[in-house]
């Protein structure tokens, strides 16, 4: 006989992982989480995938920081990573939090005061909630003193961010993910939404099912291109050959909205003359996409009356990750397809609250609201509203501190729940620069790869532990409540946060999380409606919402674009190859990315007990020819290596890879796959290549 196990409250909050943002209940019975279950929220439906139902019990496990840890005197080298989870008090001693702190900001102000503002770098966290990134990003921009605050949208969408910016006047998507019901034709490129939003991934099929037609573009076969109407597995690095052709198409075809282009844009002519030499013919050799093919596809985008296009890393993280975008962008400006509902533009979100972590000022060129750090306007209201001097050069982004740690200029951070030394390109030269720190500060749930490498570890709260707003990727800002306590003596990071700032002399006063939010309501017009106990009471409001009786805007640049003219503009792109090509010695291609089953650097799904049972091991994925090629069989140990470094891993099979290409998921620590990326940035989001570098393999371990 099984005895029923009755939960003694449910807790309405959302999920942790992806940025498509679905509600769920958790069902606890004494400070435990017994199952998750989903919620009629705006996103979901009551839909989870298998990282929202089964990824909670992280929250739990026995590897928790529970206490403060500081850096024991005779430690091993903090160049030592290999990290051993049952000798970390060898390296760490436990502290009281008063001693931790007092450490933690007298450090701080003393490299501050010693080698200047701009020794110190924060990077917070794109899983925190948006008030933590606010008070993050005040922290270091008041008590710090610079802009050299970044977070994991440099990582993700920091390309299509500064093409968006430039082109309409906004980072954010024109429609959510559901309008893909209202679409008649949905472009999905750069993207897997099956397995990193698969809810989303869910509105699509049923999209489909009632008639709307999927063209999906990727060298990469995923399950939703088994759906799809037509399958552009085009060639990796070939993004703007491909749709400057489709453009060329819809110029030559006349096939553009002369009304659109007229009233509500600029700079067409410009694009016109530029797409003239992209010829579908010229261009079908270089992205191995048949002309024929893209005459279809582009005409078929062009004269739907409703088309969206959604994509994902794969446009964005490449050294060409802004021109990838400003075709995007064009293809719907020239054709109109934007502005009204089941039409539009949207990036999918990676991390639960990547967006609103961007929206509150955790980016080292903008204050909330996108609001330019060097702008004379902003830099008056932020001063006035924080009672002190601002710098006025924009800071240092993610991949640019670690350089700068390198060269002695950057020595002391705060890292708030990422993991740079498992995210960052060329993971070796991060986990070095990490380790040459003169005082290196980690809050987090778990003793992460960065962690380890810390002066001082300050023990946080995980998801489920504390209340706060998130934004989704359709701009919906969302309530997350507290359904546990934090255990042992882990503490919220807004309390953590504001300690640090209180000890670095900062007077702040705010009475809860509400409180926080309610300032930034001040200095963020697109949230100005949203009154705290509002958003308590509504649950879930998308901005803009500028006013108290504004319902929020799902759809937006329905008659004109946020910019100084009202208009867009078109920004011509031209084929930039990749930093680094295969060649003699590096024949093959790596690209990186997700599983459905884990999340990003794995510290949260690897330790949820169904997620990893699902999927354990490390594993590269490789076409079956070359793993012929290479005498290997599925399974067998293999080894990757780039001109960075090497990793061993399991081969699997999978032809869902065009030949000559290795997908690799970045979230084992076993075999941490960014030892081998390439840093080399797009200079515009200064985004790195994680989708393309040389790489070669070889059988056995190294
Ligand atoms: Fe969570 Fe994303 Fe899955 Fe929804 S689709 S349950 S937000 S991981």
Redesign the pocket.
């Known amino acids: 006989e099984v005895a029923l196990v009755v939960p003694d409250k449910q807790v309405d909050s959302?999920?942790?992982?992806?940025?498509?943002?679905?509600q769920?209940t958790y069902h606890v019975k004494d400070n435990k989480i017994l199952h998750v279950e989903?919620r009629d929220g705006p996103?979901?439906h009551k839909?989870?995938?298998?990282?929202?139902?089964y990824?909670f019990d992280y929250a739990h496990h026995a590897q928790r920081l529970t206490v403060p840890l500081i850096r024991r005197a005779d430690a091993p080298k903090r160049g030592d990573f290999s990290m051993d989870p049952d000798r970390v008090m060898d390296v760490f001693r436990e502290a009281t939090w008063d001693e931790a702190l007092d450490l933690v900001a007298s450090k701080f102000i003393a490299l501050r005061d010693t080698h200047g503002k701009k020794s110190l770098a924060g990077f917070g966290s794109a899983k925190g909630s948006n008030e933590e990134a606010y008070l993050f990003q005040k922290l270091v921009r008041t008590g710090f003193g610079s802009n050299n605050v970044d977070h994991c949208t440099r990582l993700c969408h920091a390309s299509s961010v500064a093409a968006l910016l430039e082109g309409i006047g906004s980072g954010a998507v024109s429609n959510p993910v559901m309008d893909v019901m209202r679409a008649e034709v949905v472009i999905v490129i750069g993207a897997n939404p099956a397995q990193n939003?698969?809810?989303?991934a869910t509105w699509i099929k049923n999209a489909i099912n009632n008639g709307t037609r999927l063209i999906m573009m990727d060298p990469r076969r995923s399950d939703l291109s088994r759906l799809a109407h037509r399958f552009l597995q085009f060639k990796p690095d070939t993004d703007v050959a491909l749709l400057n052709a489709m453009m060329h198409v819809i110029v030559h075809e006349g096939l553009v909205d002369q009304d659109f282009i007229a009233a509500r844009t600029i700079g067409f002519e410009e694009l016109k003359a530029n797409v003239e030499g992209y010829s579908p013919e010229l261009m079908a050799p270089i992205c191995g996409i048949d002309a024929d093919e893209i005459r279809y596809v582009a005409r078929l985008y062009a004269t739907s009356k409703g088309s969206m296009i959604l994509w994902g890393m794969g446009i964005s993280q490449h050294v060409h990750g802004t021109d990838n975008a400003r075709c995007l962008i064009a293809l719907a400006l020239m054709t109109g397809q934007i502005g009204k509902p089941g039409a539009g533009l949207h990036p999918l979100r990676g991390q639960?609250n990547v967006q609103g972590a961007s929206d509150a000022g955790l980016i080292p060129m903008m204050y909330p609201d996108y609001q330019r750090v060097d702008s004379p306007a902003a830099i008056a209201r932020f001063e006035q509203l924080w009672g002190m001097p601002l710098d006025h050069q924009p800071g240092l982004t993610v991949v640019e501190v670690m350089n700068a740690i390198k060269a002695g200029s950057v020595r002391g951070m705060y890292i708030m729940g990422e993991n740079p030394a498992m995210s960052d390109p060329d993971a070796n030269h991060a986990r070095e620069a990490l380790a040459a720190l003169d005082h290196l500060v980690v809050q987090d749930i778990f003793l992460t790869e960065t962690a380890y490498l810390a002066d001082v570890i300050l023990p946080a709260s995980a998801f489920p532990e504390k209340t706060g707003s998130f934004t989704?990727t359709d701009r919906l800002v969302q309530m997350g409540r507290q359904a546990l306590a934090p255990p042992g003596q882990a503490k919220q990071d807004l309390w953590i946060i504001q300690q640090i700032a209180s000890r670095m002399g900062l007077d702040w006063h705010y009475d809860g999380v509400g409180d926080v939010f309610e300032e930034m309501r001040l200095s963020m017009p697109s949230i100005g409606g949203m009154r705290w106990d509002r958003l308590e009471r509504e649950q879930a409001i998308t901005y803009p919402c500028e006013n108290e009786g504004d319902p929020g805007q799902s759809v937006v640049f329905t008659d004109h674009f946020p910019t100084e003219s009202k208009r867009a503009r078109f920004v011509p792109a031209d084929i930039i190859p990749a930093n680094e090509r295969p060649d003699s010695d590096y024949p093959l291609v790596l690209i990186t990315g997700r599983q459905l089953e884990h999340?990003h650097t794995g510290s949260m799904t690897r330790r949820a007990a169904v997620l990893d049972a699902i999927e354990p091991d490390p594993v590269a994925l490789i076409h079956p020819l070359d793993l012929v090629a290479l005498g290997a069989a599925p399974g067998d140990v293999i080894t990757l290596e780039s001109r960075r470094g090497q990793v061993t891993l399991y081969a699997r099979a999978d032809d869902s890879s065009p030949r000559g290409a290795v997908f690799v998921p970045f979230c084992y620590y076993e075999a941490a796959i960014n030892r081998l990326t390439n840093p080399a940035l797009d200079p515009f989001g200064k985004i790195p290549e994680f989708k393309y570098c040389a790489i070669r393999m070889s059988i056995g371990g190294a």
Do not use: D, F, S, T
């Open positions: 959302v999920c942790p992982y992806c940025g498509v943002g679905c769920l989903g996103a979901n839909r989870l995938c298998v990282k929202g139902r990824g939003h698969p809810v989303a639960n989704n999340w």
